[in-house]
């Protein structure tokens, strides 16, 4: 696959994403549903798509992460 076919690939696909995400946001909003609460539910669907793809483009990389324990404390400080 060509790389000019494949960023054609992604752009499609990530409007189509975002056309459906405002969508379903309207939608939702419209049903009562909070601004807060969307994005926090947005918030996290991403933040489980990049994990995923991450994990998928390099395993050792990710694993390394969650092994190392010395990183834990500056996640969970990260926030803050």
């Known amino acids: 696959m060509s790389t000019t076919l494949k960023g054609t ?4 696909i990530a409007g189509i994403a975002w056309g459906l995400s405002g969508v379903s946001g ?10 807060i609460g969307l994005t926090n539910l947005r918030l996290l669907f991403s933040g489980i798509v990049l994990i995923i793809f991450s994990y998928v483009a390099d395993k050792e990389k990710a694993l390394a992460f969650v092994n190392d324990k010395s ?3 500056p996640l969970l400080l990260f926030p803050f």
């Open 9 to 12: 690939l992604i752009t499609l």
């Open 26 to 35: 309207q939608y939702l909003m419209a049903h009562g549903f909070s601004a």
């Open 71 to 73: 990183s834990y404390i």
